[in-house]
C-alpha cells in the first residue's frame, strides 16, 4: 500500500512541477519578452483534449456496463 501511495504521490508531484516550469518558462512576466523562444514540456492544449477524451470514454463504457448489469 505505501508503495502504491508513494507511485501516486510522485506522479502527482511531478506534473505539478512540470506544469510550474511551463508556466514560469511561457510567462511573459517572468521572463520578459523572450519567453516565446522557449518551449515547454508538455504541450498543455493536447493533454486537455486527451482528458476529455478519456472523461467521455470512461462515462460511456461505465453507462454501458451499467446497462449490462440491470438486464
Known amino acids: 500500500m505505501r508503495t502504491l501511495f508513494g507511485m501516486i504521490l510522485g506522479a502527482l508531484i511531478l506534473g505539478i512541477g512540470v506544469y ?40 460511456e463504457d461505465w453507462a454501458k456496463l451499467t446497462a449490462q448489469m440491470k438486464s
Open 20 to 59: 510550474m516550469h511551463d508556466s514560469m518558462a511561457t510567462s511573459t512576466v517572468a521572463n520578459g519578452q523572450t519567453a516565446q523562444e522557449r518551449r515547454t514540456i508538455v504541450n498543455w492544449d493536447v493533454a486537455q483534449t486527451n482528458w476529455e477524451a478519456l472523461k467521455t470514454r470512461t462515462k
